[in-house]
Structure formats: C-alpha cells, structure tokens
C-alpha cells in the first residue's frame, strides 16, 4: 500500500476516489494517543469529538488494542453457522454489566437501531397482540439513529431523507422533551415502542428537562409500549453516568435509589462499546422480550464474531477500573464552568450546554452562516479538532481519559480562539 505523503496529498486521493458524503475539516490524522491525534505533518492536535463518542477510552489504549491483537492471532470469524468461545463470555459479560437477561450483538449502530425496531414490531404482534403490519413506534424531532433506509424514514434532517423515498411506514413524530405530546400520541390505536435518544447528540447535544426521561420510561409501561433508549452517543460513560438514563451514576437504570427506575426495554448501544477499536454494536432486553427474536428472524455474518467479543469486554473494562465516568462527571462541571463564566467574556458563544463531556456551545448567528465552521478551522489551527453539527452549534466531546490539567489547556484554547474571532 502507498502511503500518503503530504495531507493535501489524502484529502486529493479522497476527493477524487471517495464518495462525497461527508464534509470533513481540512486535517489529516495519521496517529492517535490518548486525547491526542497527529496529523500527516506530525502536528499534534487535542481530539474535542473523539470521533463522535466512540473513542471515550482513548485513541488506541493499549489494553483494547492489546485484546483486538491476541484475538486475531486466534480467530476472528466464524460466523453465527458454528459457537466460538468468545461470543458466549463475552454475551455473559456484557448482559450482567449492563443488568439485562439477554444481547443481541450486530456491528453498527444502525444496525443496533435496526433490530430495535424488528424486536419492538415482533413483540407488539406476537405479545402485545397488535394486529399485524399496524405496529407504530413514536420517535422525535430532530432525532438521529442512523443512515438505513427505514432509520432516515423518520428523520427530521432533509439532506438525509431527500430523494431516498419511498420510506418506511408506521412512526410518528413528536416534539422532544414534551411529556404531554407523548401522552397524547400514545391514545392512538397500535403503538408498538418509543425511540428516544436520552440526549439528543447530533441535533446539538439537546439535553432534556429533569424527570423527563423517568416520564417516558412510565408513561411507557402504563401503555404497555416499548422504551427504547438509543445510547449509542450518550452511553458508556459519556454522560457523567453508565448511561445517560442513570443519570449520575453507573447503574445502567437499575439504581436502588432512584424512586422510578427509567430503565429501558431495549436499550441499544455502539460507538464507544468497542472503544472505537472495531465496530460493536448491541441491543440489550429481558427475556420476555428478547424470545420473540427466534432462529432465522435477524441476524449478521460479523454480528458476535469473537475479535467483537474480545474488544469490547477490553473497552467496557476499561470503563470501569480507569473510573471514566466519575472523570466525565467531574470534568464536565468544570468545563461547563468555565465556558459559562466565557460567554459573560463574548458576544460571540450564547450558550453552553450538555451533561459529563458530552457538551455544546451555540454560536451567536444565523443557521446558515459559516461561523461555526470558521470557528472549528481556527481551533484545529490552534491545536484542538471539534466539528460543528447543525445549524451554528459546536459539539465538545473529548475522550473521557482526559486530565483536569489538559482540559483547562483546551478550555484556554477554545477561549482564546473565539476571542481571536470576535476581534477579527
Ligand atoms: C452514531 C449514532 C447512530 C448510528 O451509528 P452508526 O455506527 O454510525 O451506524 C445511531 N444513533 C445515535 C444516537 C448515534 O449517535
């Protein structure tokens, strides 16, 4: 393979050779570590979005890589036609972590999504007694679960759905953080499941009122519905707890002392499960929900292959013993605080928000401007890489093994390149 020898050298190969479905900034990484990523020139920069949450551990810890590399001197694929001896420590370890009776592993958050969706359906007609082919799932504006014909079916987003029709029947859409909307909508006849995410990420780090979440997951179980928590982005420590639905603490929605649990029936998770390592995906359910998935209804060649396996018990311990939830909480008070104190400094930033390092700051313009692009193109001059998301909305998301000392080094230059930009 040739490599690359200048980053104007990979963004002209990837430009001439590769669909343009992304619009990345102008920055060639050829290196990760930790919070850090270089780029083809060797320049270091902080990584602020940890490529959308899936590397909350860290670019390439060693512990994760370590178990990706024994692994696959091993065996890496068998697929689901013979057992191998990782899936089943593996399903066994992932299901007490997170306090359900069963897993199913697939590989790419849509595909999480996905089997959501067929096991909500399938439950709604084989135990809720739906009639057939009439199951309705309420999701929510400005949601995103992926790029899959029936996922962008119900996006709000108009670059995703636009010409991709005909689209997928049976979901209704509702305005976020609104209990009563969702009250209203589950009088109607034939609703199988609700999709939430429990912050809403790429629409710009929204971040639900307070006992909101704990409402869905009630109003859920008076309705006889599914709540299915879409945690690819927001779990696995991100957030300040194991989940965002626990809140502040790593109960998976099983906490003792919450009063209402807001435990999810299918609880769906991605990204970080993996550690950014491999692509790992699951769906998480109780029995009673999860035997309505039978021999022949669902599965994936790659879907719990054994280097999936492997990483992802490496990830989700390195989780636990490195204490990367306690440090998102921690450190996103912090950041919060200073960027708060910030905007008293700026007319440029109106707000800050988000929960453990999961944050955003909104750019004072209009949606259609470039500022937060310009922004970001300064930052990653000054040696901090963020993107925005949509409209003029910055996400903050570095990898959760951050240090206090570091975080203040990028809080200085995020302050100092807007300021930069408020003078020019
Ligand atoms: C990233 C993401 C997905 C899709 O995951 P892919 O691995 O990109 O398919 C789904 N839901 C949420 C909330 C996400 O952030």
């Given at each position: 393979m ?12 990837e430009?001439?050779y590769?669909?343009h479905?992304?619009h990345?900034l ?9 919070v850090?990523v270089w780029d083809?020139e060797?320049?270091k920069?902080f990584d ?15 512990r994760?890589?370590?178990?990706l590399k024994e692994q ?8 689901r ?6 899936l089943?420590?593996y399903e066994?370890?992932?299901?007490e ?6 897993v199913?592993p697939m590989?790419?958050g849509?595909?999480a ?13 084989e ?6 082919n009439?199951g309705k799932?309420i999701?929510?504006d400005q949601?995103?679960h992926?790029?899959t ?6 996006s709000?987003?108009?670059?995703a759905?636009k010409?991709f029709?005909?689209?997928?029947s049976?979901f ?8 009563k ?6 009088k109607?006849?034939g609703?199988?499941g609700?999709l ?8 710009g780090?929204?971040v ?9 997951a ?8 599914l709540?299915?928590a879409?945690?690819?982005q927001t779990?696995i420590?991100r957030?300040g ?6 809140g502040n603490c790593?109960?998976?929605?099983h906490?003792e002392k919450q009063s ?11 990204k970080?499960?993996?550690g950014?390592?491999y692509p790992?995906?699951?769906v998480?359910a109780?029995?009673e929900i ?13 879907g ?6 492997a990483v992802?018990?490496?990830a989700?311990?390195v ?6 939830t306690?440090?998102?909480r921690?450190?996103?008070?912090l950041?919060?605080?200073?960027m708060?104190k910030f905007i008293e ?15 955003a ?8 401007s470039?500022?937060a692009?310009?922004?970001c193109v300064a930052l990653?001059e ?5 993107k925005?998301?949509?409209g003029?909305?910055i996400?903050?998301a570095?990898p959760?093994?951050m240090?206090?000392e570091e ?12 300021l930069?930009?408020?003078a020019?």
């Open positions: 040739e490599l690359v020898q200048t980053s104007n050298d990979a963004i002209t190969l430009n001439k590769g669909a479905n992304y990345p102008p920055v060639v990484l050829a290196k990760g570590e930790g850090y083809v060797g320049k920069y602020f979005l940890s490529s959308y949450s899936a590397v909350n551990q860290g670019h390439c810890h060693p994760i890589v370590g178990a696959a001197d091993k065996l890496t694929l068998t697929s036609a013979f057992y191998n001896d990782v089943g420590p066994k370890y992932v299901t972590y997170f306090g359900f009776d069963k199913l590989n790419t849509a595909e999504v996905e089997t959501a969706i067929k096991i909500c359906r399938k439950w709604g007609y135990k809720k007694g739906v009639a057939e009439q799932i999701v929510f949601n995103f992926g790029r014909t029936t996922i962008i079916s119900f709000s987003d108009p670059d759905r010409n029709g005909p689209y997928t049976g209704i859409k509702i305005p976020y953080n609104d209990p909307a969702l009250a209203e909508a589950l109607e006849d609703i199988v609700v939430i995410e429990p912050i809403q990420g790429e629409a780090v929204f639900p009122d307070e006992g909101f979440l704990n409402e869905v009630s109003l859920c179980k008076s309705h006889n519905v709540f299915m879409d945690e690819i779990g420590g957030t707890g194991l989940l965002a639905i626990c790593d109960c998976a929605g906490c209402t649990y807001a435990t999810p029936d299918l609880l769906i998770l991605g970080a499960i993996s950014g390592v790992v995906s699951a998480l109780n029995d999860m035997e309505v998935i039978t021999p022949g209804t669902h599965g994936s060649t790659f719990g292959n054994p280097l999936a396996g992802a018990m490496a989700l311990e989780i636990r013993d490195e204490k990367l306690q440090n998102a921690k450190l996103g008070e950041f919060r605080d200073r708060n400094r700026t007319e440029l930033v109106t707000l800050v928000r988000g929960k453990g390092l999961l944050n700051i909104v750019i004072n313009d209009t949606e259609d470039s500022t692009w310009d922004i990653k000054n040696g901090l890489l963020a925005p998301t949509h003029n909305i996400r903050f570095p959760l093994v240090t206090e975080l203040h080094s990028c809080c200085d230059i995020i302050e100092s390149t807007i930069e930009f408020t020019v």
